[in-house]
């Protein structure tokens, strides 16, 4: 599992959906379920309009516009929204000619890129024609703006040679990311062994729902090479530079918290100090660093959930592998074996219920959208 990069922004995908068979809003909401399921987090739906067919002669479509956000690239977009049609029963056309379908998604935009190639087309060539299109995408995001006319869609609406007569519906389409709102906790800490993929799910899970992210700055540490080379030597200053690092940062972060988010999410938990801390270091030095760990950490808030990644120790060590960091490839098993000790002896004796482990092992959340989902299911029960 490779790192993801927490400073990457996610793409921005405008999707047009279209249906004019059978439960018409029944096949839109299927749909807006699937791209939620297969290509990423749904910002924000259109409200729904009933449009005459264009072009063949045909019952009357609903349409709609959706805004998605993903890390996929787009060809790997286009190959999901055509298995996902073919899924739902849509036949596509050989002939290129018009008809009717129970579901129709169209790429229109990929935040400002334009693509030509044989299989995709970026911005859709026949947009600034489709009212229904158009339409859809003013109310869902009226500053977006078309990459090559340079125009913004209230201008390419006002300007289209469609006069189709478009009927708004009462009736809206659910987003299905309210079944994962993560927004009922406004502290979560995600903990796990080293190459667990705590940076990453912290930072995934914090795009997809607009919150505060707390990572831990042990880049900026100058003793960790060090002690991957002399523990002894370097055990208490580092476990000391780490513990007033992540006391000043949590009281930076989190005592102002950022009231335009909805939540706050680490990719650590204060007491991990004392678990590495109860590793690497002697007895009196540790009892040294307990006395100061309490004192410091006192009046800092909890997390309303604490998560636990396991992941068994042969995935640990290719996960620590792939991400290269030279400083940690002579890491040994029973380092590792240690501290899952540490994080569980810790967990057993919070007597909380706000404790969650959850087993990866056998997951990949980046790769995997539905191991993601699942995870997030699990956070949220």
């Not at 996902?84 to 018009?98: C, D, F, L, P």
């Not at 390419?156 to 309210?178: A, I, R, Y």
């Not at 994080?343 to 969650?356: A, C, G, P, T, V």
Request: charged share 25%.
């Amino acid at each position: 599992m490779l790192k993801l990069d927490p400073l990457t922004p996610l793409k921005n995908i405008y999707f047009s959906l279209g249906s004019n068979l059978g439960n018409r809003f029944e096949y839109l909401q299927n749909a807006v379920n699937f791209l939620f399921e297969e290509v990423g987090s749904v910002v924000k739906i259109s409200p729904l309009y009933e449009t005459p067919a264009l072009g063949f002669e045909g019952d009357p479509f609903l349409n709609c516009a959706v805004w998605l956000q993903t890390d996929l690239k787009p060809s790997k977009i286009l190959k999901k929204i055509l298995e996902i049609e073919k899924k739902m029963g849509r036949k596509r056309n050989v002939s290129n000619t018009y008809a009717s379908r129970p579901i129709d998604i169209d790429i229109i935009f990929i935040d400002n890129l334009v693509i030509e190639s044989e299989d995709l087309t970026v911005p859709h060539p026949e947009m600034e024609q489709r009212k229904f299109v158009l339409q859809p995408l003013a109310e869902l995001n009226s500053q977006l703006v078309h990459p090559i006319s340079q125009k913004s869609i209230i201008k390419l609406l006002s300007e289209t040679m469609d006069e189709s007569m478009l009927q708004k519906q009462s009736k809206w389409l659910g987003n299905p990311m309210k079944d994962y709102n993560i927004s009922k906790y406004n502290y979560i800490a995600i903990e796990g062994n080293i190459g667990a993929g705590k940076t990453s799910l912290a930072t995934k899970i914090a795009n997809d729902f607009n919150s505060k992210l707390i990572l831990e700055r042990f880049k900026d540490n100058p003793f960790l090479p060090k002690f991957y080379e002399d523990a002894a030597r370097y055990a208490f200053p580092l476990e000391m530079s780490f513990l007033a690092d992540r006391y000043q940062q949590l009281v930076d972060d989190i005592t102002q918290f950022d009231l335009f988010k909805e939540s706050v999410i680490a990719d650590y938990d204060v007491n991990k100090s004392l678990i590495f801390a109860s590793i690497t270091l002697p007895e009196e030095e540790y009892s040294l660093y307990k006395k100061l760990f309490y004192v410091m950490h006192k009046e800092l808030p909890k997390p309303d959930v604490y998560i636990y990644l396991y992941q068994n120790t042969e995935r640990l060590l290719e996960n620590i592998k792939k991400r290269g960091r030279k400083y940690e490839q002579s890491i040994q098993v029973e380092y590792l074996q240690k501290l899952n000790t540490g994080y569980l002896e810790f967990i057993k004796n919070q007597h909380s219920d706000n404790i969650k482990i959850i087993d990866i092992s056998e997951m990949d959340f980046l790769k995997n959208r539905a191991d993601y989902l699942e995870i997030l299911k699990k956070i949220i029960s």
